[in-house]
C-alpha cells in the first residue's frame, strides 16, 4: 500500500508538469542542463540545428531517441502520455528528460550519451500502466548510443477499474 501511494504521488507530481505543458512535443529537464544547440546525432563542428537541450551523463554528443505508444486491447495510438528518462548524476542526486506523446502516440527526445532507466505514464489515467515492448517488465533501462527507438504499450493495472488523475 505504501508503494502505491509513492507511485500516486510521483505520478501526480509528474501529471502537473505534463498538463501545463503547451507542446505536445515538448522536452522538460531537472537537474544540471547546459545550454547551447543540439543535433540529431553525434555534435560536430559546423552548422548546428536548434532544439531542446537537456544534461545527461555526457554533454558532448546528443542523440535521437523516440517511439510509439499503443493501447494493448486496440494497437490504436496513445495520445498525451509522458516518457521519462532517468540518469544517475552522483550517488545522492538523479536527473531527468521527459516528453509527451503526439497525436499519433508518437514521441522523439534528444539525448547524451549515458544509460537510462525509463518509464511511461499517463496522468490522466492513473490505471494505465505501460510496459517497453520487446523488453522483460523488470527491465526498463536502455544505453545511448545504441537504443535509438523505445515502444511501449499500455495496459490496464486493474482490469475495469476507472482512476481518473489530475486532469
Known amino acids: 500500500m505504501k508503494r502505491i501511494s509513492i507511485v500516486v504521488i510521483l505520478m501526480l507530481a509528474l501529471a502537473v508538469a505534463a498538463c501545463s505543458s503547451t507542446s505536445s512535443s ?3 529537464t ?3 542542463t547546459t545550454t547551447g544547440p543540439t543535433t540529431s546525432g553525434p555534435t560536430t563542428s559546423g552548422p548546428t540545428t536548434s532544439g531542446p537541450t537537456t544534461s545527461g551523463p555526457t554533454t558532448s554528443a ?3 531517441v523516440s517511439g510509439q505508444i499503443v493501447h494493448q486491447d486496440t494497437g490504436a495510438p496513445y495520445p498525451n502520455a509522458y516518457v521519462r528518462f532517468e540518469w544517475l548524476v552522483n ?3 538523479e536527473g531527468e528528460a521527459h516528453t509527451v506523446t503526439d497525436g499519433s502516440g508518437r ?3 534528444q539525448l547524451p550519451a549515458g544509460q537510462y532507466q525509463l518509464t511511461a ?3 490522466c489515467d492513473l490505471n494505465a500502466g505501460f510496459a517497453i515492448v520487446g523488453k522483460a517488465p523488470d527491465d526498463v533501462m536502455i544505453t545511448v548510443p545504441g537504443t535509438s527507438e523505445v515502444d511501449f ?3 490496464p493495472l486493474t ?3 476507472d482512476i481518473p488523475g489530475a486532469c
Open 26 to 28: 515538448s522536452t522538460t
Open 30 to 32: 531537472t537537474g544540471p
Open 62 to 64: 546528443s542523440y535521437t
Open 91 to 93: 550517488a545522492s542526486y
Open 107 to 109: 514521441y522523439t527526445i
Open 121 to 123: 505514464g499517463d496522468s
Open 153 to 155: 504499450v499500455e495496459y
Open 159 to 161: 482490469p475495469g477499474a
